[in-house]
């Protein structure tokens, strides 16, 4: 069905379902396009489909034997969720990467046929960037991304005074940083922190297989006070960028300001590293994340979800600030660690 599909000024282009033997292609694609991100590479699609049993229909468009943009979906068949094909589900970011707007013509296009084909309710591109289409939109989320210098002091100066006075009471506290954090010392703490916000927690296997993976690209940090972790942080590297992912804090931490002394603890270690670009990740605006960012001294950027809605009838709402969830979420913050950890990976598998 996609192979035929070519339009106006994308003539001779098609859209085809990318076999594993094309993932090369397909990277060098997403390293070489300035719009895509981490997680347009293709090892997505090996984490997902492993992790949790998720089908990827991963599509490109390719003219004259070269690939002219790229577009990875998942589709996720879930009871308590419904049925979905996103790009990319577990992503803050996602959608088209296309040379031409001809090409992402044609791929959203392609998109919007499997769609129905796979009779899913609704279609979602989660773009970091505003795309031309007539599509319906949400302004759910924002993100945040500063540049940094090649130098600490500059960095820690560009932090506003409340929040280097956060730094500071980590520092003062004690609090050491290993950017060599085990697996399981992550997944301790941050199955704690995701309970205590009333959020299902993802399975241990998850973490592992991302590790395994991108282990050109992932580094775990743990924050510990003496001998006991209380922070911890999955990071993910991108040509000069870095996106601190899947953190959290115990409440041991909290007091002691353990995320705070985290982050910049990454900061520091990006800059040895030499990357240039501080990508905090997304928030829904105005909740405690977006405020913690903000206070960072990092600025909103909305992102642009669309949506095609093949058997839907309105946008979707899966997030935690849909009061249907209200009930839900507060009961999730008193189970006890072990039950959240045996529950909560079977729930947040499809959340996406």
């Given at each position: 069905?996609?192979?035929?599909?070519?339009?106006?000024?994308?003539?001779?282009?098609?859209?085809?379902?990318?076999?594993?033997?094309?993932?090369?292609?397909?990277?060098?694609?997403?390293?070489?396009?300035?719009?895509?991100?981490?997680?347009?590479?293709?090892?997505?699609?090996?984490?997902?489909?492993?992790?949790?049993?998720?089908?990827?229909?991963?599509?490109?468009?390719?003219?004259?034997?070269?690939?002219?943009?790229?577009?990875?979906?998942?589709?996720?068949?879930?009871?308590?969720?419904?049925?979905?094909?996103?790009?990319?589900?577990?992503?803050?970011?996602?959608?088209?990467?296309?040379?031409?707007?001809?090409?992402?013509?044609?791929?959203?296009?392609?998109?919007?046929?499997?769609?129905?084909?796979?009779?899913?309710?609704?279609?979602?591109?989660?773009?970091?960037?505003?795309?031309?289409?007539s599509w319906p939109t949400k302004d759910l989320y924002v993100t945040f991304r500063k540049t940094i210098h090649l130098d600490h002091d500059a960095n820690f100066k560009d932090i506003p005074?409340?929040?280097?006075?956060?730094?500071?009471?980590?520092?003062?506290?004690?609090?050491?940083?290993?950017?060599?954090?085990?697996?399981?010392?992550?997944?301790?703490?941050?199955?704690?922190?995701?309970?205590?916000?009333?959020?299902?927690?993802?399975?241990?296997?998850?973490?592992?297989?991302?590790?395994?993976?991108?282990?050109?690209?992932?580094?775990?940090?743990?924050?510990?006070?003496?001998?006991?972790?209380?922070?911890?942080?999955?990071?993910?590297?991108?040509?000069?960028?870095?996106?601190?992912?899947?953190?959290?804090?115990?409440?041991?931490?909290?007091?002691?300001?353990?995320?705070?002394?985290?982050?910049?603890?990454?900061?520091?270690?990006?800059?040895?590293?030499?990357?240039?670009?501080?990508?905090?990740?997304?928030?829904?605006?105005?909740?405690?994340?977006?405020?913690?960012?903000?206070?960072?001294?990092?600025?909103?950027?909305?992102?642009?979800?669309?949506?095609?809605?093949?058997?839907?009838?309105?946008?979707?709402?899966?997030?935690?600030?849909?009061?249907?969830?209200?009930?839900?979420?507060?009961?999730?913050?008193?189970?006890?660690?072990?039950?959240?950890?045996?529950?909560?990976?079977?729930?947040?598998?499809?959340?996406?």
């Amino acid at each position: 069905m996609l192979n035929g599909l070519s339009t106006g000024s994308s003539k001779g282009c098609l859209v085809k379902r990318l076999e594993s033997a094309d993932a090369g292609r397909w990277d060098a694609f997403a390293l070489s396009s300035p719009q895509a991100t981490f997680f347009h590479r293709f090892g997505w699609s090996r984490v997902i489909q492993r992790a949790f049993g998720h089908r990827c229909h991963y599509l490109y468009a390719e003219n004259a034997g070269k690939f002219a943009g790229i577009l990875p979906l998942v589709e996720i068949k879930s009871r308590l969720f419904g049925h979905s094909l996103i790009s990319t589900p577990f992503c803050v970011y996602g959608g088209v990467v296309a040379e031409h707007e001809s090409v992402a013509a044609l791929l959203r296009q392609a998109a919007s046929s499997l769609a129905e084909e796979l009779a899913v309710d609704y279609l979602e591109l989660r773009n970091r960037k505003s795309a031309a289409s007539s599509w319906p939109t949400k302004d759910l989320y924002v993100t945040f991304r500063k540049t940094i210098h090649l130098d600490h002091d500059a960095n820690f100066k560009d932090i506003p005074r409340k929040q280097r006075a956060m730094v500071r009471k980590g520092i003062e506290a004690g609090l050491e940083a290993d950017a060599d954090g085990e697996l399981g010392q992550f997944y301790g703490v941050y199955a704690e922190s995701v309970r205590n916000l009333g959020t299902p927690v993802f399975a241990k296997k998850y973490f592992a297989l991302l590790q395994e993976e991108f282990s050109d690209a992932c580094e775990i940090t743990v924050v510990a006070h003496g001998v006991k972790p209380v922070a911890a942080v999955m990071s993910f590297y991108f040509r000069d960028e870095v996106l601190p992912y899947y953190g959290g804090s115990t409440a041991a931490g909290r007091d002691m300001k353990a995320n705070d002394f985290m982050y910049w603890a990454v900061m520091q270690r990006a800059v040895e590293r030499g990357v240039r670009l501080f990508d905090y990740g997304r928030s829904k605006r105005d909740t405690g994340s977006y405020h913690f960012k903000k206070h960072w001294g990092f600025e909103p950027e909305p992102l642009h979800y669309e949506y095609y809605l093949a058997r839907a009838k309105t946008l979707p709402d899966v997030s935690p600030v849909n009061p249907k969830y209200r009930f839900f979420i507060k009961a999730w913050q008193h189970l006890p660690l072990p039950v959240s950890r045996t529950i909560g990976p079977w729930i947040a598998r499809g959340l996406g």
